[in-house]
């Protein structure tokens, strides 16, 4: 399976040598939203004027279609998809560049991603689109290093032929106007590393100092480029929110600070005994730091393996349960890792089919 990137939260430190703790800046009153469908408060979200408290699944492979991309994983039936979810659930899916190459001629083919946010209004659905991952899974495989965030999102070549600013642009440009939107993330999972001499795997992955600012420096940019074209959306950041690099600690609430980022997440992949991260980079501390920032914080992921190693029905508990726990640290919505139309019960997996009772999880807590 091809995920967004998601990396076991509990991890340590990725390597010595990582910017040491900054100040936090002060909140800014930059906000965003406030013409759009869905806005920010201190602590949390509102859809049409409403308090909202979203949540939903990560369903990286909708914009799969076999006879126009290369695609990520299994073509899913959008209306089932869609038609299944409460009211006032969220979605989050990858509108990556990749997705609009037609796989036959070359050529630039909109049509897949066309149907996803036509079929999310049919259902009067939510969405958050991520324009692009760390990792490069369902991309171009190539692990985004630290210069990446430096410059090269604007010069190095995504698939299609575009830079991430061009398709940056050609995206929100495009969908700005659905009504289905609930935001944009710029990239999911970012972090400021670069690749060791062992490769990009986590464990390799080294941290040179200053990361903090590269990142901040990053959002900066390219969240104000994001907001001349969409004004009316907000932003979300996209963090894993553990120790990673340009992370760690209080670097966190540099990078957070950003004014162009409207809401803060983190990502959840630790068993029900965690404590969701190491010391000093776990959600409790995230939580807090959020607040400073008077900026909501969602777990936009949270992924608990089943199938062959556990019942789905004792994971939909444990779903709740996290879920739970975390609405009562002051968490802002959840979004379950990860929906997929072939789900594999004899294996391992973080997979959550149409039938799973993970669904009802999700209609049981959304608000």
């Known amino acids: 399976m091809v995920l967004l990137g998601c990396i076991l939260i509990t991890t340590v430190s990725l390597a010595t040598g990582c910017a040491a703790p900054t100040t936090p800046e002060q909140p800014t009153s930059v906000h965003h939203g406030d013409k759009g469908r869905v806005s920010t408060t201190d602590t949390g979200l509102t859809l049409d004027r409403r308090p909202w408290w979203p949540a939903g699944f990560n369903a990286y492979q909708l914009g799969t279609d076999w006879s126009v991309n290369r695609g990520c994983g299994a073509t899913v039936d959008l209306d089932e998809y869609f038609g299944q979810l409460p009211a006032r659930a969220l979605t989050r ?139 009316d959306r907000i932003l979300f950041a996209g963090f894993i929110g553990g120790d990673q690099c340009g992370f760690e600690g209080d670097d966190l609430s540099t990078v957070g600070a950003s004014p162009q980022l409207d809401v803060l997440d983190f990502h959840d992949y630790g068993s029900e005994t965690t404590l969701y991260g190491p010391a000093g980079s776990n959600l409790p501390t995230r939580i807090r730091q959020a607040r400073a920032l008077r900026k909501p914080l969602m777990v936009n992921e949270i992924g608990i393996h089943a199938g062959s190693c556990l019942p789905t029905s004792t994971r939909a508990a444990q779903f709740r349960s996290r879920i739970a726990e975390q609405r009562e640290l002051g968490t802002a919505g959840a979004l379950l890792w990860a929906f997929v139309p072939d789900p594999r019960p004899n294996e391992c997996t973080y997979d959550i089919g149409f039938d799973d009772p993970a669904w009802q999880i999700v209609a049981d807590v959304v608000d």
């Not at 689109?129 to 430096?150: A, M, N, Q």
């Not at 590393?193 to 959002?219: D, E, H, K, M």
């Open 93 to 231: 899916i990858n509108l990556f560049s990749m997705f609009v190459v037609n796989k036959n001629t070359g050529l630039i083919d909109f049509a897949p991603l066309d149907r996803v946010f036509a079929a999310a209004k049919r259902h009067r659905q939510m969405v958050l689109p991520v324009l692009t991952g760390s990792s490069g899974d369902c991309e171009d495989h190539e692990f985004k290093e630290r210069d990446w965030y430096v410059d090269g999102w604007q010069h190095e070549e995504s698939p299609g032929g575009m830079t991430f600013a061009d398709w940056m642009t050609t995206a929100v440009t495009r969908w700005k106007n659905e009504s289905t939107i609930a935001g944009w993330e710029l990239v999911g999972e970012p972090e400021a590393s670069v690749c060791g001499p062992g490769g990009c795997a986590w464990q390799n992955r080294q941290c040179p100092t200053g990361g903090a600012q590269v990142l901040r420096t990053f959002f900066d940019t390219a969240g104000a480029r994001l907001h001349e074209l969409d004004p």
